[in-house]
């Protein structure tokens, strides 16, 4: 939110374009797709739409790749001029909610009433962050995405601890881990979203999701909630432990280089995204394969409210259609939802990636991949969660969540406390 998130990725500027299918610039009159880079996901995001390509000579998508803080970045300014891809891509909820109210995406109800089969594919819990006012304005598509406490299992076995199993058991490893030359966590601090998956759960497991889904409501002065006060602190008290890498503020998500701490054995444990497991596979050597990496959900705090089953996160990814296209280019990219999107390849190789396709029956597929055991936790998480909270930068509004990462950057700062966030916060709840 992160997401919230899909892939992780380096600071701006594109990584392509890359445009399958076709090179003219406009898609040759065809549709427009933009979406993430980095591997495993870009491939299958790419692969998807040559298949679809391949299907359909005459109405063909051009599809143009960039890294993640600068398609955020570049898709608000295209929508807003009017210029926006054909398809756009994202995560759903307070950013679609800004898209919905300016005109600037079609509804999709309609079209899924006619094509009930296909809604009835999808796991029911991924159209909440798609639909607006009760009615439906993207296509859920790819996986589901919770948050995942990551640990180097290398690392425990060098000062003879195990996983972290309560809030008090993470502060008692900090000091452990720094006296063996280990940093507690791997941080991409620069990215400000990577701090705010620490928040979510802070917030969840102290008050449980009625505390930000007051903020979300637009309940006057929500961020004062002691819960939040409370959650707000014990954040700066991990920091001021050095519970995370050194420089972490200068770290970026977009690079995986705290992925890489990880990996490297430089730091213990990582809180980050489903979606990351792929690329360690990928680039981490044998740390995957190798057994080395450990997961759990986020553990419970001593006292707190919070059902220790609820998890945060992306509860899957988001496909609109540009009000602006054309009347082919919004054809072309009906079929494309209809067919190839999450059609059983896509499905297929979404597992392959070591996620978890927002497709029921998906686990069916798990049992003859390499990654069975991770993908079966996730699919757990994702199923049996009480709660799963869409990233929150990704609930609120383009403008809330701005101010919002800002804030967080300057809370893990230590620039500004737990009392002047809330303050900060609450001028802009229903903003």
């Known amino acids: 939110m992160g997401l919230p998130l899909g892939a992780a990725l380096a600071a701006c500027g594109s990584s392509g374009p890359t445009r399958p299918g076709t090179t003219s610039g406009d898609g040759g009159g065809g549709a427009t797709y ?15 739409v040559e298949r679809f390509n391949k ?3 005459n109405g063909q998508i051009a599809g143009t790749t960039f890294q993640n803080d600068a398609f955020k970045t570049k898709i608000k300014t295209a929508i807003g001029a009017g210029q926006a891809p054909t398809l756009i ?13 300016a005109g600037q995406v079609e509804d999709l109800t309609s079209w899924f009433d006619q094509n009930a089969t296909l809604k009835d594919r999808l796991f029911p819990s991924s159209f909440g962050a798609a639909t607006i006012d009760d009615k439906i304005y993207a296509m859920p598509c790819e996986t589901m995405q919770p948050i995942v406490l990551y640990y180097d299992k290398r690392a425990f076995d060098k000062i003879g601890a195990q996983p972290p199993q309560s809030w008090g058991d993470i502060m008692d490893l900090v000091p452990k881990f720094n006296a063996k030359g280990i940093a507690p966590f791997a941080l991409g601090g620069q990215s400000r ?3 705010m998956m620490w928040l979510e759960f802070l917030f969840d497991r102290l008050g449980g999701p009625e505390v930000f889904q007051a903020v979300f409501d637009a309940e006057k002065d929500a961020w004062n909630n002691p819960v939040a006060i409370d959650a707000l602190g014990r954040m700066q008290e991990l920091i001021k432990a050095d519970g995370f890498i050194k420089g972490f503020s200068s770290i970026t998500a977009d690079s995986n280089a705290d992925q890489a701490l990880l990996y490297t054995g430089k730091a213990a444990m990582m809180l980050h995204g489903g979606w990351t497991y792929g690329s360690m596979k990928q680039d981490g050597g044998d740390f995957v394969s190798g057994g080395n990496l450990g997961y759990i959900n986020f553990p419970p705090i ?14 899957g990814q988001y496909m609109s259609i540009s009000s602006k296209a054309t009347p082919e280019q919004k054809e072309i990219a009906k079929k494309f939802f209809a067919t190839e999107l999450m059609g059983d390849q896509a499905v297929k190789e979404w597992v392959a990636t070591g996620a978890v396709p927002i497709v029921k029956g998906a686990d069916k597929e798990f049992a003859s991949s390499d990654d069975a055991e991770f993908l079966n936790f996730v699919y757990n998480i994702a199923v049996n969660a009480k709660t799963f909270a869409q990233s929150w930068d990704q609930a609120l509004s383009p403008t809330a969540a701005e101010v919002l990462l800002d804030n967080i950057a300057k809370l893990f700062q230590l620039s500004i406390s737990p009392k002047e966030f809330a303050t900060n916060m609450n001028a802009v709840i229903g903003k």
């Open 302 to 315: 001593d006292g707190g409210k919070g059902d220790p089953t609820n998890t945060v996160g992306n509860p």
């Open 34 to 48: 933009w979406y993430l880079s980095t591997q495993p996901q870009e491939g299958v995001r790419t692969r998807t």
């Open 89 to 101: 891509w994202g995560w759903g909820g307070g950013t679609l909610r800004s898209y919905v109210q």
């Open 55 to 57: 299907a359909n000579p």
């Open 193 to 195: 979203w990577t701090n």
